[in-house]
């Protein structure tokens, strides 16, 4: 709440003095601004040829235009915000178990890799275990649990960055109406470099999986509440 609100429209507890003092400004240091020199930066003094014209003539070095727009135009506003890097929360590391919260897979167990540039989480499935294949999540989508495998054996390419993830703008052909109205859409087609990548990365987290047992079928587990059951007082 406000240290000094308002009783009514335009009448506040506190008046301007009052306020003055509970804010103790008396005590910050106030600097005066320097005198800038605008006049000698933006002027120059020019020669002047006659007796009777004074001999010098001082000369705005950056004349205002004779013309201007009918119309203002808009200025951007400048912003002194600087973007930071996400924070990672400390229950999240490199092979921590996540539960996905939402999106297309949500309820799966998936494996954290890294953390992307961008802030958002690399994960796997793995694929051959409960079909999520590599994609980013938003650790605020995430539910972390307990269970963590060791990923000191695999390497995470640098190609798997945010830049692998955007899609390729393409030409869209216009369909006609029969086409348009067809139920029958051809499937999306994998690419094989992309099917590639994917076996390599789950490969190596398969040989960590099959060390401990049950894991697999851990993973492979949907995530699910029943009736009276509250996330935040359960540790997973």
Same mark, same amino acid.
């Given at each position: 709440?406000? $240290?000094?609100?308002?009783?009514?429209?335009?009448?506040?507890?506190?008046? $301007?003095?009052?306020?003055?003092?509970?804010?103790?400004?008396?005590?910050?240091?106030?600097?005066? !601004?320097?005198?800038?020199?605008?006049?000698?930066?933006?002027?120059?003094?020019?020669?002047?040829?006659?007796?009777?014209?004074?001999?010098? /003539?001082?000369?705005?070095?950056?004349?205002?235009? /004779?013309?201007?727009?009918?119309?203002?135009?808009?200025?951007?506003?400048?912003?002194?915000?600087?973007?930071?890097?996400?924070?990672?929360?400390?229950?999240?590391?490199?092979?921590?178990?996540?539960?996905?919260?939402?999106?297309?897979? $949500?309820?799966?167990?998936?494996?954290?890799?890294?953390?992307? !540039?961008?802030?958002?989480?690399?994960?796997?499935?793995?694929?051959?275990?409960?079909?999520?294949?590599? $994609? /980013?999540?938003?650790?605020?989508?995430?539910?972390?649990?307990?269970?963590?495998?060791?990923?000191?054996?695999?390497?995470?390419?640098?190609?798997?960055?945010?830049?692998?993830?955007?899609?390729?703008?393409?030409?869209?052909?216009?369909?006609?109406?029969?086409?348009?109205?067809?139920?029958?859409?051809?499937?999306?087609?994998?690419?094989? =470099? /992309? =099917?590639?990548?994917?076996?390599?990365?789950?490969?190596?987290?398969?040989?960590?999986?099959?060390?401990?047992?049950?894991?697999?079928?851990?993973?492979?587990?949907?995530?699910?509440?029943?009736?009276?059951?509250?996330?935040? !007082?359960?540790?997973?």
């Amino acid at each position: 709440m406000s $240290r000094n609100s308002f009783l009514a429209p335009g009448v506040t507890r506190l008046s $301007r003095s009052s306020a003055y003092t509970k804010r103790a400004l008396y005590k910050k240091q106030k600097t005066a !601004a320097g005198k800038s020199d605008a006049t000698a930066q933006n002027t120059k003094t020019v020669q002047v040829n006659g007796e009777k014209n004074g001999k010098e /003539r001082i000369v705005a070095l950056n004349k205002a235009p /004779r013309w201007y727009p009918a119309e203002d135009i808009a200025q951007p506003k400048a912003s002194r915000k600087v973007a930071k890097p996400t924070k990672l929360r400390s229950t999240i590391t490199p092979g921590t178990v996540l539960v996905l919260l939402a999106g297309r897979f $949500r309820g799966k167990r998936v494996v954290c890799l890294k953390q992307l !540039a961008s802030g958002l989480l690399l994960i796997t499935g793995p694929y051959k275990v409960n079909g999520v294949p590599l $994609r /980013r999540v938003n650790q605020a989508y995430v539910l972390a649990t307990s269970t963590k495998i060791d990923l000191s054996n695999v390497q995470i390419d640098e190609k798997f960055n945010d830049e692998y993830f955007k899609e390729k703008k393409s030409v869209k052909a216009t369909k006609t109406e029969e086409e348009f109205f067809d139920e029958k859409q051809p499937k999306k087609v994998i690419s094989e =470099s /992309r =099917s590639a990548d994917q076996k390599s990365v789950d490969k190596e987290i398969l040989t960590a999986i099959s060390q401990t047992s049950h894991l697999r079928s851990y993973l492979n587990a949907s995530f699910s509440l029943r009736k009276g059951q509250a996330p935040h !007082a359960m540790k997973f």
